[in-house]
């Protein structure tokens, strides 16, 4: 008999990560739209999808590390583990990061959510306090807790669900909806301030991956070839490449002086839809990596 | 082949009339140490039953496949007479092919069922020097594999993809005498009736979607569950009461694959392509350490990642294809474990013989989750030798101890669990003597 949990936790894993990072993305395509508030509707509707998958998906998720916990007996076993599983150290942090779940679907559901800046900078600060106990959820917590390393992996997840939901949002939802509704002057204006943030937060993933993958391959390179862990870094690097490639084009593309056309604004949203496809991957990549044992091992 | 063929005819058989029809004949020529010649006709047929739409299709074939080694010789040849094995010249294996099946339209979906049935003479097989790991191919005297395969087609799905499914089951039968290749030379007893084949494919099913997506884009995944190679000489016994094979697993344990695949165009003349082949999904990999170690061939991880670029790039598209296949090199077979914290530290050490221990200790690579850890000791047959139960050390959230009364002399097993803070399962067992 085949057990599929293994091939759940990831998806269940990959969900968690692309619904909050997208969570975070739709936040901050609200702030960088400024004053333009024509995408508010699509926004609202991704915030509540979001929400409502994270509300379904971490139950599922406590499931599967209880299922997990007890060694992948049954369903009905790892119900029964589940008040034992809610006294350990990754139980108490999916239970913490799902007391933001509601908050944010409540929020979601506000009117106002999204009218004004200061309110849009709750949905963000519940964001973080998500991020935050998703942090002390997996391989950073291999050291205790409020280690340096959960600390760096933190900044690692608030880096990624900054990059990669910004382009993931901006590319599948807020510019197709500018390109065909909004000035130009809105959306180059739009462009620049996602390019700006993306910079700094990519800057920040960068380093602190860097640092996470010096831990996980325990201070050595040899384990990248040599170990599955280190090839699903290799997979996930070389698609956080691709992205970046896509990203560098965006950027040239928007600091160019001459005069901005629809066809430049075709290409753009093209560039961006790109990258945030190959964002997708990298979040099903980072999904696996939290499922594989480090090659510190 | 013939499969390929037929269903080719299916596909076309609406347009080409109520009844086409395939035939040829197919002649080979082998010289070596033995020489052999063959004629081996083909035939094949497509019916569609009209206004039911429903499409038979048949296939007769015969094929001959030619030895695929001449000889052994020097220090093999001396090792396999060591091993009370030589070698006699292989002649090619002659096969004989039957094919039926039936395409059931529904609407815009269909359902194909096909029967296979091929009756070997000759049919080449492979045997082990004695109880080494190298292979000779054998002639063994007859063999009749048998197969179904039934899958449904999907149409296109919101004019963007297909799903596909595709169950099949196959035996192999094999009967009589070696009769080429590696031959056992005096005293022996190599003859059998009708035995299945030890490595034989049993279920398989597959299952995956093929999607065009926007922006010149296209995306598959697919995801194989296979019964495995089973080992049908496994607790087989000959007339003194040995074993009659030195290995008794599996050749291949039920195991399922995934793979996912994304190609995208850029332009005219860049073209990239990302493979993500077998991504292990492996039943048994947290459940035992032990297993998953031995069994690791099974629970690879290849992945490979191709570039192609245009075709006026052909400089490039050389230099990528040789960084990528470094590259898929690299990422081929690799043993997966969900699972993280792992023992460092074990008292007694395994395999270790020495005085009654006081107590059992595992330190683990990091901290692990006292609920869901624990030590177990039983006998070598698996009884329980120890009633207490395991506690973790105050003040040492990485160790684990058993308090073990005093153990009689013998041979015992201690059976681990350790769940790691991350919620990451394993577990093992080790052997420890006490004189």
Redesign the interface.
Known sequence: ????F??M?IYADALCDIAYTALAGALLNRLWLGRVSICDRPLRISLIACSAILLVDLPLQFLL?SA?????TSWRDAWGAVL?VG?????RAVIMGFCFVPCLLLFSFLPTSLKRTKSVLIGIALEVGFIACRAL???A????DFTFREGIQFLHLSAIATWGGGILVAGLITMPYLASIAELGDIVQFGKRLSETVTIALAVVILSGIYNSWEGLGGSLSPL????WG?ML??KL??VL?ALGHGVRVRFLLRTQDPWTQSRTSIMR?WV??EA?FIL?VLVCSA?LA????AD? | MSEALTKSETAKARKKGWLPLLAGVRLSSFHGDVSEDAADPLFGATVTVPRLGWVLRGFYGRYYQAPPWASITGPLLSYANANNTGFTPLRGERDEEHEFGIQIPYRVWALEVDNFKTRINNFLDHSYIGESNVYIPITVDGALVRAWEASPRSPMVWRRGKFNLTHSNETAEQQSAITGGLICVQDCDDSFDCSPVDHDWRGTLNTGFTANLPMRTWFSSNVYNGSGFSNRTAGITDSNGALISPYQGDYLPAHTTFDVSARKRFGESLRLAVDVRSLAIDSTSERDAETSIKSSCKNNFMRSIHCNLGENMDQLKATFRSVVFIFSLMLTVVPSAFAHAHPKTMVPAPDSTGPAPSKISITFSEAVEPKFSSIKLTNIEGKPADPETSAPVPGDPATITLAAPSLPAGTYVVHWVDVSVDGHRLQGSYQFTVR
């Open positions: 008999m085949l057990t599929l293994p091939t936790r590390l997990s916990m007890i060694g992948d034992d006294a350990t150290h990754s139980g959820h997996g391989h917590a291999s050291n205790g070839p040599n170990s599955a090839r290799l997979l070389s698609f691709l093209k839809r790109a496809l991957l696996w499922n594989l044992p480090p091992m």
